[in-house]
C-alpha cells in the first residue's frame, strides 16, 4: 500500500533549537515529495524535491532528499516562535496510468519563547 | 495579486442540502484541484482539472462535482450533503499538473 508517513507526530522546542522533521514513504514510481507550512489556513509551499541528495534552501529552512532509502528531512534552524505551525510532506506518484498524491498527516512544531 | 480565493469561509448545512463552493485564481493557472482535510488524516483529492472544460476525479470524488468552464474558477458541488462531508475543503492551483504550491484559506463545512 502506497503511504506516506511523518514523524514525530509533534515536538515542542525553545527558540533557538534546531529542528529535524522527517518524512518517510513507499510509493511505486515515485516522482516528487514537497514540504508544505501550515498555520491556521491554508498549506504555503517551501520545497519541492525530485532529485536525490540535492539540497533546497530558503533561509533558516533547508530539505534534502533520499530517493534510495526513501525520505526526506526538513530542517530548521534558530527556530523561532512564528515556524510554529504544522509542517506537512506530501509525494506525487504514478501509478494506475494516473498520477497520485499523497499527503502525510503532519508534523505539529510548537516553538516557545 | 490575490492568488486563489475561496467562498465561504464557514458554511453549515442540514443533511440533503446542496450548496456551492466557489474557488477563483488570477494566476491564470491551467491545474485546479479541490482537496478536504480530516482529523487524523492527510489532504485528499477529490477533483481536479488541467484546463478549461477537462476534469477528472481525484481519490474520493463520490457526493461532489465540479465545472470548469473558465481558467479562473473551479466551483465543487455537493449534491446532497451528508455529515460524513464535514471537514475543511481547500481549492488549489499550479502552473502545471501536479502537486499545488498555491492553496485558498479553505471553507469549513459542518453537516448536521
Known amino acids: 500500500e502506497d503511504k506516506v508517513v511523518q514523524s514525530p507526530l509533534s515536538l515542542v522546542v525553545h527558540e533557538g533549537d534546531t529542528v529535524t522533521l522527517n518524512c518517510s514513504y513507499e510509493?511505486?514510481?515515485?516522482?516528487?515529495l514537497l514540504w508544505y507550512k501550515q498555520e491556521k489556513k491554508a498549506p504555503t509551499f517551501l520545497f519541492m524535491l525530485?532529485?536525490?541528495?540535492i539540497e533546497k534552501k530558503s533561509g533558516r529552512l533547508s530539505s534534502i532528499l533520499d530517493k534510495k532509502e526513501l525520505f526526506s528531512i526538513l530542517n530548521i534552524t534558530a527556530t523561532q516562535t512564528g515556524d510554529s505551525a504544522v509542517y506537512l510532506c506530501?509525494?506525487?506518484?504514478?501509478?494506475?496510468?494516473?498520477?497520485?498524491?499523497?499527503f502525510g498527516t503532519g508534523t505539529r512544531l510548537k516553538v516557545l519563547a | 495579486n490575490a492568488g486563489v480565493t475561496q467562498t465561504p469561509k464557514f458554511q453549515v448545512l442540514k443533511t440533503g442540502q446542496s450548496m456551492t463552493l466557489q474557488c477563483a485564481q488570477d494566476?491564470?493557472?491551467?491545474?485546479m484541484s479541490w482537496y478536504r482535510q480530516d482529523p487524523g488524516m492527510g489532504l485528499r483529492l477529490i477533483h481536479y482539472?488541467?484546463?478549461?472544460?477537462?476534469?477528472d476525479q481525484g481519490e474520493v470524488p463520490n457526493g461532489y462535482n465540479v465545472s470548469r468552464s473558465t481558467t479562473e474558477d473551479f466551483p465543487l458541488r455537493l449534491l446532497s450533503a451528508a455529515p460524513s462531508q464535514t471537514s475543511v475543503y481547500f481549492c488549489?492551483?499550479?502552473?502545471?499538473?501536479?502537486?499545488?504550491?498555491?492553496f485558498g484559506d479553505g471553507t469549513r463545512l459542518s453537516i448536521l
Open positions: 482539472s488541467v484546463g478549461a472544460g477537462i476534469t
Open positions: 494566476m491564470n493557472h491551467e491545474y
Open positions: 506530501a509525494v506525487e506518484h504514478h501509478a494506475s496510468g494516473t498520477y497520485k498524491y499523497i
Open positions: 488549489a492551483s499550479s502552473r502545471q499538473l501536479g502537486l499545488p504550491q498555491h
Open positions: 510509493v511505486t514510481n515515485f516522482r516528487s
Open positions: 525530485t532529485s536525490s541528495g
